[in-house]
């Protein structure tokens, strides 16, 4: 059974820092992609990042330059570090798993950027 578990949210100021991490329960980590997506209050949910399994990472443009993320292979965790928050970033983070016969989410982790 796929588990997915988000934390690290919380609240923070414009301009602050936060880091998400996803555990993930699953027999092939190494071999799935990884992403995490963002909701803002009211809208859809949004990929704004992305990595292979062998780690190279794709962005959304909203985020490029602000967030990075990465992966541990021995540990089953994606982590998103964002820095130079801001208010927009405001919403729900899911991490999300995917392949060849898998896609399973986590329950998300809020967060909330004040100006």
């Known amino acids: 059974q796929v588990q997915l578990v988000e934390s690290g949210g919380g609240l923070v100021q414009a301009g602050g820092s936060l880091r998400l991490s996803c555990v993930v329960t699953?027999?092939?980590?190494?071999?799935?992609?990884m992403a995490w997506y963002h909701q803002a209050p009211g809208k859809q949910r949004d990929s704004v990042a992305v990595?292979?399994?062998?780690?190279?990472?794709n962005y959304a443009t909203s985020v490029k330059g602000r967030f990075t993320i990465s992966r541990d292979n021995i540990k089953n965790t994606v982590y998103l570090q964002m820095n130079s928050l801001r208010p927009e970033d405001t919403g729900v983070y899911y991490c999300?798993?995917?392949?060849?016969?898998?896609?399973?989410w986590g329950q998300g982790t809020q967060v909330t950027v004040s100006s």
């Open positions: 990595v292979t399994p062998a780690g190279s990472p």
């Open positions: 699953v027999s092939n980590f190494r071999n799935q992609m």
């Open positions: 999300n798993i995917y392949g060849k016969g898998i896609n399973h």
